[in-house]
């Protein structure tokens, strides 16, 4: 069989942070997974949350809360060497604004598809449903189930 990759949608790293699926269990099926700045902005933040409680404007408003996690982020960050980080340039943006239009997308899922179709990535590692319809269109597999990640390349 050939390469397997897969890019990492964000809702999949939050399920790993939450205990509730291993990314390496996932990486055991693929030769390279994908995130790009997208993922890591978005889990950074939901991290952020669940580690201090406070929303959004808190945290900007109170920069000791953010500098008093020091071992926190580093781990967070470290976790991300799992990934290659794929470019947003300006023709993945370009190509995102079209998703929006097409498919009535987010920016950011979007950005996300965007880049999957760009970099030539197959297979996009989701538990969105909102990608479903576009990545069908696209050419590219969603795998939404763990069923689905841990069954591809099995032969029946």
Same mark, same amino acid.
């Given at each position: 069989?050939? +390469?397997?990759?897969?890019?990492?949608?964000?809702?999949?790293?939050?399920?790993?942070?939450?205990?509730?699926?291993?990314?390496?269990?996932?990486?055991?099926?693929?030769?390279?997974? =994908?995130?790009? +700045?997208?993922?890591?902005?978005?889990?950074?933040?939901?991290?952020?949350?669940?580690?201090?409680?406070?929303?959004?404007?808190?945290?900007?408003?109170?920069?000791?809360?953010?500098?008093?996690?020091?071992?926190?982020?580093?781990?967070? +960050?470290?976790?991300?060497?799992?990934?290659?980080?794929?470019?947003?340039?300006?023709?993945?943006?370009?190509?995102?604004?079209? =998703?929006?239009?097409? =498919?009535?997308?987010?920016?950011?899922?979007?950005?996300?598809?965007?880049?999957?179709?760009?970099?030539?990535?197959?297979?996009?590692?989701?538990?969105?449903?909102?990608?479903?319809?576009?990545?069908?269109?696209?050419?590219?597999?969603?795998? +939404?189930?763990?069923?689905?990640?841990?069954?591809?390349?099995?032969?029946?």
């Amino acid at each position: 069989m050939g +390469s397997l990759t897969a890019f990492v949608d964000t809702n999949v790293i939050i399920e790993h942070l939450e205990g509730n699926i291993d990314l390496l269990d996932i990486m055991e099926r693929f030769n390279v997974l =994908y995130s790009n +700045s997208i993922v890591f902005s978005e889990a950074l933040m939901v991290y952020l949350r669940a580690l201090t409680g406070e929303r959004p404007y808190t945290l900007k408003h109170n920069p000791g809360i953010i500098r008093n996690l020091r071992e926190e982020l580093l781990d967070f +960050s470290r976790l991300f060497e799992l990934f290659l980080d794929l470019e947003i340039n300006r023709a993945v943006e370009t190509l995102a604004v079209e =998703y929006m239009i097409k =498919y009535g997308l987010l920016p950011n899922d979007a950005l996300i598809l965007a880049t999957c179709k760009f970099h030539d990535v197959k297979y996009l590692i989701s538990f969105d449903s909102d990608f479903a319809n576009a990545c069908e269109k696209e050419g590219i597999s969603l795998l +939404s189930t763990q069923g689905e990640i841990t069954g591809l390349g099995d032969v029946p």
